[in-house]
């Protein structure tokens, strides 16, 4: 499974981004797709995932502010991104998880800066 992730960027605070990632691949067993991030000095947290049916999984720190949304038939997966803060400033990973085994596909980092 390889994953392409576009977006991100510098923003000022208050402003918006929109990240996406696509899948191909051997992309059969793979349910939920999503997004993580990473802040210098801290660990990898989860931002927001969405499985193959549409369900949801969000970070409390992004409630009301992102929005994860997949289109199936291009396996691509999108986080919009409201209202960003400072403390939203880190590297984003896209994941993709297989259903049965729940092996993680990870895609690269793409660096989203939201200056004050």
């Known amino acids: 499974v390889q994953l392409v992730r576009s977006g991100g960027g510098l923003v000022q605070a208050g402003g918006s981004l929109r990240l996406s990632c696509a899948a191909s691949?051997?992309?059969?067993?793979?349910?939920?797709m999503g997004w993580y991030r990473q802040a210098p000095g801290k660990q990898r947290e989860l931002v927001a995932t969405?499985?193959?049916?549409?369900?949801?999984n969000c970070a409390d720190s992004v409630k009301g502010r992102f929005t994860i949304s997949r289109d199936n038939a291009k396996n691509t997966v999108y986080l919009q991104m409201n209202s960003l803060k400072p403390e939203d400033t880190a590297l984003y990973y896209c994941?993709?998880?297989?259903?049965?085994?729940?092996?993680?596909?990870w895609g690269q980092g793409t660096q989203v800066t939201v200056s004050s």
């Open positions: 691949g051997s992309i059969f067993g793979i349910n939920d």
């Open positions: 994941v993709a998880r297989e259903r049965v085994t729940t092996r993680a596909y």
């Open positions: 969405i499985s193959s049916a549409g369900s949801t």
